[in-house]
């Protein structure tokens, strides 16, 4: 079994900055990458930033620069410090994990239950 648990949303005015946090727990074999998307109500989900067990980043171009993921001190966890926001960013944040939850599983997405992040203008 395994768990991708997200926190740190709230709200916040624009030009604020929020840290979301996410952590992957339970029978985690290999963490491959763990990535922050977003949806906005009536959108579809998008890429936020991803992270590889490498260092590798990737960001969407309207977060370059304002957003910085990084993975955290503890094990399979992973942090978004978002500056700058603006009141486009609001959405729900999922955090997902690509991981093999044992030897012989392939590599699969999990996806937390999402924290809502609001901007007000």
């Known amino acids: 079994q395994v768990q991708v648990v997200e926190s740190g949303g709230g709200l916040v005015e624009a030009g604020g900055s929020l840290r979301l946090s996410c952590a992957a727990s339970?029978?985690?074999?290999?963490?491959?990458?763990m990535g922050w998307y977003r949806q906005a109500p009536g959108k579809r989900r998008e890429l936020v930033a991803s992270?590889?067990?490498?260092?590798?980043?990737n960001y969407a171009d309207s977060v370059k620069g304002r957003f910085t993921i990084s993975r955290g001190n503890a094990k399979n966890t992973v942090m978004l410090q978002m500056n700058s926001l603006k009141p486009e960013d609001t959405a729900v944040y999922y955090c997902?994990?690509?991981?093999?939850?044992?030897?012989?599983?392939?590599?699969?997405?999990?996806w937390g239950q999402g924290t809502q992040v609001t901007v007000s203008s």
């Open positions: 992270i590889t067990t490498g260092g590798g980043t």
């Open positions: 339970g029978n985690i074999f290999s963490l491959n990458a």
């Open positions: 997902k994990g690509t991981l093999s939850a044992s030897s012989y599983t392939p590599s699969r997405d999990y």
